[in-house]
């Protein structure tokens, strides 16, 4: 049982890790859009709007990453959980659940991705139609 319970805590410490890595981020995301929008703002430069497409629509894809990724530890978790002891062989390979969770492409666009990034790509969007109007 002992060495069920140290894969198991193996397997948490890397969930732990890839939703931190996502919430980080999130809000790396939301400062470099702030910081190029303050940079427009004060330089009366709209390229630096433009700009800010990059690191957001970068964020995004790389969210995406991290949350497939943590997906993927969670159905190892659950697969590790449910095998005997004698079966225990600390493999952190997650090649075996690969299947059982969405695409990398589809974990983008899922619904919760989509609205926080989305949110930020449409102001985005907003910010240049102002300043376009200006």
């Known amino acids: 049982m002992e060495a069920k319970l140290k894969h198991l805590e193996m397997i948490q410490g890397v969930i732990n890790r890839m939703a931190n890595n996502s919430f980080l981020l999130k809000g790396w995301s939301v400062i470099l859009v702030s910081g190029l929008f303050a940079l427009a703002a004060k330089d009366s430069n709209k390229l630096y709007i433009y700009l800010s497409y990059f690191p957001s629509l ?3 894809v790389l969210d995406g990453y991290f949350l497939r990724q943590e997906k993927l530890y969670r159905k190892l978790y659950d ?3 449910s095998i005997n002891d004698s079966e225990i062989d600390f493999s952190m ?3 075996s659940v690969t299947n059982q969770v969405h695409t990398w492409s589809e ?11 989305g949110v930020i790509v449409l102001t985005i969007l ?8 200006l």
Do not use: G, N, P
């Open 107 to 117: 974990v983008i666009f899922s619904k919760t991705l989509s609205f926080f990034h």
């Open 79 to 81: 697969k590790v959980r």
């Open 93 to 95: 390979d997650t090649s």
């Open 126 to 133: 907003l910010v240049m139609l102002i300043a376009s109007l």
């Open 58 to 60: 970068a964020f995004w």
